[in-house]
């Protein structure tokens, strides 16, 4: 048992909290004092010591105490903070919301890697009384909810800060009639127009109303058909750089009523500022004038793509003729595969925080984006957050560095998560180019195989057969079971498909008596049995994680392979009886021409499912 001392009654839980996964039966007295920033932890037997800045360097040094007190009767350690704020972004937005519990799961990990902010990267997924439609049927979160959640954070040293859209991403609130009066494009604000003030005053009350800070993020990003829908119907063409500075100054006016605080993203300025209409092209800059123009807001430089140090340390200096706060956000590569690219997360943001430290850069963002469907469990996220946290207080990172402070931290040894990369890894270095393999072969269709030549030199089978093999020895904490489980499934299930694709392109050949048709139903039906049961375990652990909505979305994707192949069966036993010529297989074998600059390629579900592209 360890005993706590000099804390009150709501640090004393929070702590407790954070340590509960890794509190043993050691006998342990622990004096915390505040000091200056940062954590300084000595340890002498059953006595130790805890001096602590910030609530938040609290709740890291006691997750570090404990982890180090397993093993470690005597040390001594000292961590300063390099960046004064440590966030992370959740991304809630993209068919996945999570619950408000697996909210306060994170905000308590969080806490203990040392992260002192979350972004709640909201979209339409909050409530606006007077906007009954948005985020309508989206698993939204309550009023109520949003202040839950920031009061839980606040708890633990963790500011819980709206990142919300006030110009473009907002599809999934214009599709709805009721906001057509604020319509530019599908996907963008009508600038200028009465009814958008009106829609933003909402927006913005609501977005902040729940929340203890005064903070916000007010988006802004790839907003490429700004002017370029109704817009220019109503007033003709306007240059965007013009249209976006209107907007920031309406939005900024907005935030200042309210007393808020606003960041936005910084791409735009350099797009449309680029004769190439580039993202952060690096011959573009900013004189005193145009910076003297801008309202008061933050500027964040999202990248999640670069692995050299340089590119990053450029972009920041172009940042800095924009603003003086400048914030930097890398990304732990969650998105639009089945499993987070690990390997480029760890190269991309080892790159861009050395950067950010050479460069002064105070604050710094873990993005978790979950694009294309929400396929990546939050859970798989907890590796790359630890990664990033790592830079926090260590100068010399190296993988090493993060796998004892995951280990320490987190009360877990981190070969799952550095497992999930080779799902997709297939290059025995980086995936640079973001291949996702496990996602094209699980919605690669059985009959059209678009993705056949580009899959043909990799081994699929060989390293899946080996990634099984080394997740049936792996250990997690109890709450993460489900995860490996999940993708347990998921590696069986994407090789008894390769195997069923290869059974299946195989009939285009001349199959005298039958056999090879016989071993294609064979692997057909061996298939719809993996997807079942990966059915199954995905809506466990979705629903561990995550609200009911979206998941309809999971039951349409793997529900419509299971159909697909009783649709490919029957139709083996009609070429069988004479009825059917499977002409499918007889068209050219062409590699897939788009998304390709990897080994294999990269695809979205309605890119992969399809020749005809069906989105849902």
């Known amino acids: 048992m360890i005993v706590w001392r000099g804390l009150d009654a ?15 039966a050691m006998e342990l007295v622990v004096t915390c004092q505040q000091g200056a920033a940062g954590v300084q932890l000595q340890r002498h037997d ?59 799961q994170m905000i308590e990990r969080l806490a203990s890697m040392g992260y002192n902010e979350l ?51 907002l599809h999934n609130a214009l599709k709805w009639d009721a ?25 913005l009350q609501a977005a902040s109303a729940p929340f203890t800070t005064n903070k916000i993020h007010i988006g802004m990003d790839e907003a490429y058909q700004l002017g370029r829908g109704r817009y220019l119907d109503q007033n003709g063409f306007t240059d965007q750089e013009t249209l976006i500075l209107q907007q920031l100054k309406l939005v ?59 590119t990053y340390r450029d972009r920041f200096a172009q940042h800095f003729e924009l603003s003086d706060d400048v914030a930097f956000a890398g990304g732990i590569w969650t998105w639009s595969a089945l499993a987070p690219n690990q390997s480029k997360m760890l190269a991309t943001i080892d790159a861009g925080l050395k950067a950010a430290k050479a460069s002064q850069i105070e604050q710094v963002v873990a993005t978790m984006w979950f694009d294309d469907g929400a396929e990546v469990p939050v859970s798989a996220a907890w590796y790359g957050l630890q990664a990033f946290a790592t830079y926090q207080y260590h100068d010399d990172v190296t993988p090493e560095v993060i796998d004892e402070a995951y280990q320490l931290t987190q009360g877990e040894q981190p070969a799952f998560y550095r497992l999930l990369d080779q799902f997709d890894n297939f290059t025995k270095t980086v995936n640079v180019d973001a291949d996702n393999v496990s996602k094209i072969v699980l919605y690669e269709d059985l009959m059209l195989q678009r993705y056949r030549a580009n899959l043909a030199p990799i081994d699929i089978e060989g390293q899946y057969q080996q990634l099984i093999d080394a997740l049936d020895q792996v250990k997690v904490r109890a709450a993460n079971r489900l995860t490996v489980t999940f993708y347990h499934q998921l590696a069986q299930t994407v090789l008894v498909k390769q195997r069923a694709l290869k059974a299946v392109a195989a009939l285009g050949a001349a199959d005298a008596d039958g056999r090879q048709a016989h071993r294609a139903l064979a692997a057909v039906k061996a298939c719809k049995l993996a997807l079942q049961q990966l059915l199954v375990d995905f809506r466990l652990l979705w629903h561990q994680q995550r609200r009911g909505n979206g998941f309809e979305i999971i039951d349409v994707r793997l529900g419509g392979q299971i159909t697909r192949c009783e649709t490919v069966i029957w139709r083996i036993d009609e070429w069988l009886a004479g009825r059917d ?10 590699p897939m021409d788009k998304r390709n600059n990897g080994l294999v390629g990269h695809g979205l579900y309605k890119e992969i499912v399809s020749a005809c592209e069906l989105s849902f």
Request: with cysteine; aromatic share 10%.
């Open 10 to 24: 709501s640090q004393l839980q929070a702590v407790q909290k954070v340590c509960e996964p890794l509190n043993s």
């Open 46 to 104: 059953g006595q130790a010591t805890l001096t602590y800045g910030s609530t938040a360097d609290l709740m890291h040094g006691a997750a570090e105490l404990c982890g180090r007190a397993q093993n470690e009767p005597q040390f001594e350690l000292q961590q300063r903070p390099r960046f004064k704020v440590l966030a992370a972004m959740l991304d809630v937005a993209r068919n996945g919301v999570p619950t408000v519990a697996m909210v306060k």
């Open 119 to 169: 972004w709640l990267y909201l979209e339409d997924l909050f409530e606006i009384p007077e906007e009954p439609y948005f985020g309508r049927g989206r698993g939204r979160y309550r009023q109520s909810e949003l202040h839950e959640i920031a009061v839980y954070g606040d708890k633990f040293g963790v500011t819980v800060v709206p990142a919300v859209q006030t110009l473009a991403h």
């Open 179 to 203: 906001h057509m009066a604020v319509k530019d494009t599908d996907d963008t604000l009508l600038v200028g127009a009465p009814e958008t003030t009106q829609f933003l005053t909402h927006l």
């Open 252 to 310: 900024v006016s907005l935030t200042q009523q309210l007393g808020l605080q606003a960041y936005m993203w910084s791409d735009l300025w350099f797009t449309f500022a680029s004769a190439k209409h580039e993202m952060y092209d690096p011959d573009v800059h900013f004189d005193s004038a145009f910076k003297a123009s801008l309202p008061p807001v933050g500027q964040v430089y999202w990248d999640y793509y670069h692995e050299d140090e340089q």
């Open 581 to 590: 010529e499977l002409a499918e297989l007889h068209e050219p074998v062409l």
